[in-house]
């Protein structure tokens, strides 16, 4: 029976069940008669504590006075939204009810359309919004689906089912202009920002001088070889590579001059200009 077509006002009988052998212990059970068909119906659900059970018979009670099916509780959010569709889009114009139907046809049904009405949280509806994101979904159709869910749950609010509107989100549209900053300038997300980001890129930057607090300079460029290395022996003296003599190469020794001695060659050495 749809919701706009109960009376207002009608008895209901409630009592509790303790089934201690059951992992849900408690069971809430409420019983009325329907005013269209005179016939006596029931509802019950089982509940994981006294306090619980107490707590959904309250909330059926509510909803019966308002004049609300007591099945409505239990409703899941694809019954309940195509149920109340049309009061809950009235007044929008054509154009905007076919991005919204579809938004609810094809992103929310799929994604919430089994849950309770009073199961769907807002970290639920959070976590589901995000996900559209992760999928590419434009901004619009995010949206569009958004906005059909937060008018169905806004008329599960005025028929006293919800004591909040759990689809009411912020901040989703904060993750569109991240993705559009790090496709412009991705470099400029991995760097910090900041007082900070001038003393990090100094030290980071390899041979880049930098100071110390007592004032001396020095280089971030690797240390010079210290004796006992390779490059410097435990002596201290550096090892000097030995040059390459005449004909090492293949090519022909460098002849002497015709009646030289080797002490006179040694003598006159490299000519050198007076001063």
Same mark, same amino acid.
């Given at each position: 029976?749809?919701?706009?077509?109960?009376?207002?006002?009608?008895?209901?009988?409630?009592?509790?069940?303790?089934? =201690?052998?059951?992992?849900?212990?408690?069971?809430?059970?409420?019983?009325?008669?329907?005013?269209?068909?005179?016939?006596?119906?029931?509802?019950?659900?089982?509940?994981?504590?006294?306090?619980?059970?107490?707590?959904?018979?309250?909330?059926?009670?509510?909803?019966?006075?308002?004049?609300?099916?007591?099945?409505?509780?239990?409703?899941?959010?694809?019954?309940?939204?195509?149920?109340?569709?049309?009061?809950?889009?009235?007044?929008?114009?054509?154009?905007?009810?076919?991005?919204?139907?579809?938004?609810?046809?094809?992103?929310?049904?799929?994604?919430?359309?089994?849950?309770? *009405?009073?199961?769907?949280?807002?970290?639920?509806?959070?976590?589901?919004?995000?996900?559209?994101?992760?999928?590419?979904?434009?901004?619009?159709?995010?949206?569009?689906? *958004?906005?059909?869910?937060?008018?169905?749950?806004?008329?599960?609010?005025?028929?006293?089912?919800?004591?909040?509107?759990?689809?009411?989100?912020?901040?989703?549209?904060?993750?569109?202009?991240?993705?559009?900053?790090?496709?412009?300038?991705?470099?400029?997300?991995? *760097?910090?920002?900041?007082?900070?980001?001038?003393?990090?890129?100094?030290?980071?930057?390899?041979?880049?001088?930098?100071?110390?607090?007592?004032?001396?300079?020095?280089?971030?460029?690797?240390?010079?070889?210290?004796?006992?290395?390779?490059?410097?022996?435990?002596?201290?003296?550096?090892?000097?590579?030995?040059?390459?003599?005449?004909?090492?190469?293949?090519?022909?020794?460098?002849?002497?001059?015709?009646?030289?001695?080797?002490?006179?060659?040694?003598?006159?050495?490299?000519?050198? =200009?007076?001063?």
């Amino acid at each position: 029976m749809g919701a706009d077509r109960w009376p207002v006002g009608v008895s209901l009988s409630a009592d509790i069940e303790h089934r =201690p052998d059951r992992p849900e212990p408690y069971r809430a059970r409420v019983r009325w008669i329907d005013p269209a068909t005179k016939r006596r119906k029931s509802k019950s659900q089982a509940c994981s504590s006294e306090r619980a059970a107490l707590d959904l018979i309250e909330a059926i009670r509510r909803i019966a006075q308002a004049g609300i099916d007591p099945e409505t509780a239990s409703m899941t959010l694809a019954i309940y939204g195509d149920s109340v569709m049309p009061l809950a889009l009235r007044g929008l114009e054509g154009k905007t009810l076919d991005p919204y139907l579809a938004g609810w046809r094809k992103r929310v049904v799929p994604a919430l359309g089994h849950l309770p *009405l009073r199961m769907i949280t807002n970290g639920a509806v959070d976590r589901v919004v995000h996900g559209w994101i992760a999928e590419e979904c434009s901004r619009s159709t995010v949206k569009n689906s *958004l906005a059909v869910l937060i008018r169905i749950m806004e008329q599960a609010v005025r028929d006293g089912i919800l004591d909040r509107n759990p689809a009411r989100v912020i901040g989703w549209q904060r993750d569109y202009q991240r993705a559009e900053d790090e496709l412009d300038d991705p470099r400029s997300l991995a *760097l910090p920002t900041g007082k900070h980001s001038a003393t990090w890129l100094r030290h980071s930057s390899p041979g880049r001088p930098t100071t110390s607090k007592a004032g001396a300079t020095s280089s971030s460029s690797p240390p010079a070889p210290q004796p006992g290395s390779a490059k410097y022996p435990a002596s201290g003296a550096p090892t000097l590579t030995a040059t390459p003599g005449p004909g090492q190469f293949g090519g022909k020794p460098r002849q002497a001059p015709a009646g030289s001695s080797t002490r006179e060659r040694k003598a006159s050495g490299p000519h050198c =200009p007076a001063h």
